[in-house]
């Protein structure tokens, strides 16, 4: 069931360069959209986040784009760094009412900043 | 900065022994929630926890698993009989009313079953 798809396991980019990672989905009811970054030995790290009526949310180097009718999402990082290199989760919520939030996730996308 | 631990980092059992996996959440969070990683795999959902009772579980979550906030602080997961297939790592995550939806997660631990 991969209601959350990423598509390129790896991406390798020069630092100063910018990054593009994507993320496609098949559920049209999520309502919220969030990308967590993973290095080796620790548990994901919140990053940036984008509500489904929205199609652009910006953070510093890190914007995330939102195309909903294509069902696609992608992560900007710009100019990228080493220290960005990890692995990048694209994760949504459906608001099913009541007090759950699960986050469903992708298998993720190793990214490398070569310097 | 506050942050979610979990202990111990890595757990290693013989099938059929039972585990308990422990986190400690964010002190102000109200949700909670089980999440795992079998190597190479997605970080799947667990379970979801409010309020002292369970809001959602997944099909993975059978009657082997059990979760629990004994205290105002701990918050467990138990599997009662473990297989092989539980081999993952599990990772422990809270949230806060603040927000629409991000969760903090901790280190995780890394479950081994012989």
């Known amino acids: 069931d991969q209601q959350v798809k990423q598509n390129s396991p790896s991406l390798s980019v020069q630092e100063g360069r910018i990054s593009i990672l994507n993320c496609d989905y098949t559920?049209?009811?999520?309502?919220?959209f969030l990308w967590y970054k993973k290095y080796p030995a620790e548990g994901p790290t919140f990053l940036i986040s984008i509500s489904s009526i929205k199609d652009k949310n910006e953070d510093g180097r890190f914007t995330v784009f939102l195309n909903k009718s294509a069902k696609h999402l992608s992560l900007h990082i710009v100019p990228s760094q080493p220290g960005d290199s990890a692995v990048y989760f694209c994760a949504a919520i459906r608001y099913s009412g009541g007090s759950n939030y699960k986050l469903t996730f992708g298998k993720g996308t190793l990214l490398t900043v070569n310097p | 900065e506050p942050e979610v631990t979990q202990t111990p980092s890595h757990q290693v059992t013989q099938m059929g022994q039972e585990v308990i996996l422990r986190c400690v959440p964010i002190s102000n969070h109200l949700y909670f929630y089980w999440y795992r990683q079998i190597l190479g795999q997605k970080v799947e959902f667990l379970v979801s926890f409010y309020n002292n009772e369970i809001s959602e579980k997944s099909e993975i979550f059978d009657d082997q698993f059990s979760v629990e906030r004994p205290d105002g602080s701990n918050f467990t997961l138990k599997i009662r009989s473990t297989k092989l297939e539980d081999s993952a790592m599990y990772f422990c995550?809270?949230?806060?009313?603040?927000?629409?939806?991000?969760?903090?997660f901790g280190p995780g631990t890394r479950l081994t079953v012989l």
């Open positions: 559920n049209s009811m999520f309502d919220y």
């Open positions: 995550a809270s949230k806060g009313l603040a927000g629409a939806g991000e969760q903090f």
